[in-house]
């Protein structure tokens, strides 16, 4: 793509020169591509730019056409519009300027901070398999669970639900009286589901129901389209631990963020160590009982 974009610039260079020949109009220097007042853009300021496009704006300047309008409605635009805002005086616009030093010194503290942590992330092999081997209960998964739930559509009726819950009645009957769909006939009993089993928009209630571990346990109220969910776990049937192979690339990522927040929270203690901070206590004292009286 580079070589092609190089032919577009001279196609567009040799364009431009015949133009401003035309014009009659004070000729620019050897290498000004632009200049507007008394601004002035060079080639290889004009090629920074158009090297710093995403590449979906790269691929818009592959031929005359692209090079063109990049330069018109994008640099001339810009630089237009940033000269007319430096005359109504944004430029010294206290507000702007703290966000600008803000963003300034927040890349500034991301560049050190990616300096520091660049090769202090990465988990081994080793560590990956005995993390594994360490927290199997967070990979077993069990593989059918049998629900019973029960499903209402209306908030009045939920509270009078969880209400009698509360009271002890038995979680049957009150399936069996406010049911909306069929299984009120069998007490709520939806049988075994397995992951997946479920259309995407019943994913909260798939998760509810595998996030029960013992028999009787009774979830939070899920809303699915359907209505409003309470569910009871009657029964597991089976487990299976998910081979490390499936999960690997899972523990490494989790494994490089807990290492590089260590080094990270390592690093900056270093550095406070060596900094000489000193905290009004006294000022910070007035202020804590400023905050006080206006709450």
């Given at each position: 793509m580079t070589q092609k974009v190089l032919i577009?610039?001279?196609?567009?260079?040799?364009?431009?020169?015949l133009s401003c020949g035309k014009s009659g109009k004070e000729e620019l220097g050897k290498n000004e591509l632009v200049r507007i007042n008394d601004f002035s853009i060079s080639l290889e300021e004009f090629r920074q730019m158009?090297?710093?496009?995403?590449?979906?704006g790269k691929m818009r300047l592959l031929d005359e056409k692209g090079?063109?309008?990049?330069?018109?409605?994008?640099?001339?635009?810009r630089e237009v519009l940033y000269q007319e805002a430096k005359k109504r005086g944004f430029d010294k616009n206290k507000e702007i300027l703290q966000k600008v030093e803000d963003f300034r010194r927040a890349m500034i503290i991301d560049r050190l901070i990616e300096e520091v942590?660049?090769?202090?992330?990465?988990?081994?092999?080793g560590?990956?398999?005995?993390?594994?081997?360490?927290?199997?209960d967070l990979f077993t998964e069990p593989l059918e669970v049998k629900i019973r739930h029960i499903v209402v559509n209306s908030e009045p009726i939920l509270k009078e639900v969880l209400m009698r819950l509360s009271k002890g009645e038995s979680f049957e009957k009150l399936a069996a009286t406010?049911?909306?769909?069929?299984t009120r006939e069998d007490g709520g009993n939806l049988g075994y589901i397995r992951r997946g089993q479920l259309a995407p928009s019943f994913a909260p209630f798939e998760e509810a129901a595998f996030s029960l571990r013992k028999k009787g346990d009774v979830s939070e109220v899920v809303r699915t389209p359907y209505g409003f969910h309470i569910l009871r776990l009657e029964e597991t049937r089976g487990t299976t631990l998910r081979p490390f192979e499936q999960v690997k690339e899972?523990?490494?990522l989790f494994l490089q963020a807990k290492k590089r927040q260590e080094a990270y929270l390592t690093y900056v203690k270093e550095v406070k160590s060596k900094a000489h901070i000193q905290i009004n206590e006294s000022l910070w004292a007035r202020e804590e009982q400023k905050e006080g009286k206006k709450k």
């Amino acid at each position: 793509m580079t070589q092609k974009v190089l032919i577009v610039f001279g196609l567009f260079l040799l364009l431009c020169a015949l133009s401003c020949g035309k014009s009659g109009k004070e000729e620019l220097g050897k290498n000004e591509l632009v200049r507007i007042n008394d601004f002035s853009i060079s080639l290889e300021e004009f090629r920074q730019m158009s090297e710093n496009q995403p590449l979906e704006g790269k691929m818009r300047l592959l031929d005359e056409k692209g090079m063109r309008d990049f330069l018109e409605n994008y640099v001339i635009t810009r630089e237009v519009l940033y000269q007319e805002a430096k005359k109504r005086g944004f430029d010294k616009n206290k507000e702007i300027l703290q966000k600008v030093e803000d963003f300034r010194r927040a890349m500034i503290i991301d560049r050190l901070i990616e300096e520091v942590l660049k090769d202090k992330g990465e988990p081994t092999e080793g560590e990956i398999q005995q993390y594994y081997k360490e927290n199997t209960d967070l990979f077993t998964e069990p593989l059918e669970v049998k629900i019973r739930h029960i499903v209402v559509n209306s908030e009045p009726i939920l509270k009078e639900v969880l209400m009698r819950l509360s009271k002890g009645e038995s979680f049957e009957k009150l399936a069996a009286t406010f049911n909306i769909d069929r299984t009120r006939e069998d007490g709520g009993n939806l049988g075994y589901i397995r992951r997946g089993q479920l259309a995407p928009s019943f994913a909260p209630f798939e998760e509810a129901a595998f996030s029960l571990r013992k028999k009787g346990d009774v979830s939070e109220v899920v809303r699915t389209p359907y209505g409003f969910h309470i569910l009871r776990l009657e029964e597991t049937r089976g487990t299976t631990l998910r081979p490390f192979e499936q999960v690997k690339e899972r523990i490494r990522l989790f494994l490089q963020a807990k290492k590089r927040q260590e080094a990270y929270l390592t690093y900056v203690k270093e550095v406070k160590s060596k900094a000489h901070i000193q905290i009004n206590e006294s000022l910070w004292a007035r202020e804590e009982q400023k905050e006080g009286k206006k709450k």
